[in-house]
């Protein structure tokens, strides 16, 4: 855990870095929040106006660790470190490939098992039978999404979409639950691992396959799996998050748990789980998850798109402002924990999304990066690096 407000910022029981000179780098004209020292040759001055709105005045929370220290925090009013903010699709990384990661720790599951050793009604399916895990994780799986796209390629909400989509959403009662839809309704729409399509179903199936693998251990389903192997043991308490949209679902005796959405972390939560990661699973000498398990989870499982088990990584180079071996979580209003391990560094973000100002040609829609990732790593993934550079070429 993190200690009080009234002493140095610092992961209780972490190393303490070694002081260093910096500007203290202020939310303009916020007037309340909790403000610390962003130890980075002056983000403010070195990044663009709208990476200082998109990260200084956010309006939720705004966090950055950096040598096992918290060196920035600011918070809104009515929001602190320890208040729980919804994470939407950041679920995919901290529930979906976390529980994931786990269970590859014990020997359970891994990436190349076939998905169909899990999900017995898949055997016989001349196309579901070839998805393996890895696909799942990444995106690669050929399982269709539960979104549509109205006549001028606009999204559709999800309260106006029908059939097996709309009812995905709803988070009916079994057998119109989300899990039993995307096993048995949605589609495979191409050849697993041929291309990169963006699956909500398909990270859902992940979870129904490591609760499959977990269903004989002493935690059956992911919930309690992640809160007494993980959170609890990194001292996050349990009103600081949550999984699931609070709802389990019964499905032919497994106890299923929502992993593609409904979550509720704190900044101290989600920072702590991104601190597990960036060590590769040692807290503090206790190896909570194995360092295999964390690597294969976090770094391009070797698809197209190069995505990790519900994380997204630069292990392509996508970003050139940004280390490869950089990855994070995201989901709608752009809540993001990103892990750079290169430069030991954590950042927490929940707020609005992050949209052109006016006048800044619009986000292109091509492709799940281009819609979702590549603004976002120019106005605020990149500066903060650039800034971190900056000063350690400064420093002596």
């Not at 602190?80 to 786990?102: D, E, M, Q, W, Y």
Request: glycine fraction near 10%.
């Amino acid at each position: 855990m993190f200690a009080s407000s009234h002493r140095p910022h610092c992961f209780s029981h972490w190393p303490a870095s070694p002081p260093c000179s910096a500007r203290q780098i202020k939310p303009n004209n916020r007037s309340s929040g909790s403000q610390q020292r962003l130890r980075v040759k002056d983000f403010q001055r070195r990044s663009s106006k709208r990476s200082r709105t998109v990260f200084l005045n956010i309006r939720r929370t705004a966090f950055v660790a950096r040598n096992d220290k918290i060196v920035y925090e600011w918070y809104a009013a009515d929001w602190t470190r320890t208040k729980p903010h919804g994470t939407a699709s950041l679920a995919k990384a901290i529930v979906g490939g976390l529980s994931l990661a786990v269970a590859m720790t014990d020997g359970q599951i891994a990436l190349d098992d076939s998905a169909a050793r899990f999900i017995p009604e898949w055997r016989d399916d001349p196309q579901k039978s070839k998805i393996k895990i890895r696909h799942l994780g990444s995106h690669t799986g050929g399982i269709e999404d539960a979104e549509a796209e109205g006549p001028r390629g606009e999204k559709i909400p999800h309260d106006k979409l029908t059939g097996w989509k709309g009812d995905f959403w709803k988070r009916l009662d079994v057998p119109n639950d989300p899990f039993t839809l995307a096993r048995d309704k949605a589609p495979v729409v191409f050849a697993p691992g041929a291309k990169l399509a963006y699956s909500n179903p398909g990270i859902g199936l992940l979870t129904y396959a490591v609760t499959a693998a977990i269903k004989d251990g002493p935690q059956r389903d992911v919930r309690m799996l992640l809160r007494e192997r993980v959170m609890r043991p990194i001292g996050v308490p349990d009103r600081e998050w949550s999984c699931g949209y609070g709802k389990t679902f019964n499905v032919d005796g497994l106890p299923l748990v929502c992993s593609w959405g409904g979550g509720n972390y704190s900044a101290l939560a989600a920072a702590s789980i991104g601190r597990l990661m960036l060590h590769e699973g040692d807290w503090d000498g206790r190896q909570i998850l194995s360092l295999q398990a964390v690597r294969q989870t976090t770094c391009s499982a070797g698809m197209r798109g190069d995505c990790g088990m519900g994380w997204w990584t630069n292990a392509a180079g996508r970003y050139a402002g940004l280390p490869r071996d950089a990855y994070w979580g995201a989901g709608a209003g752009d809540q993001l924990l990103l892990v750079v391990p290169s430069l030991n560094l954590i950042m927490v973000r929940n707020g609005q999304t992050i949209e052109p100002l006016p006048g800044e040609p619009p986000v292109p829609q091509d492709d799940v990066f281009t819609k979702y990732h590549d603004y976002r790593a120019r106005v605020l993934f990149e500066p903060l690096v650039a800034a971190i550079e900056a000063h350690e070429t400064a420093s002596p």
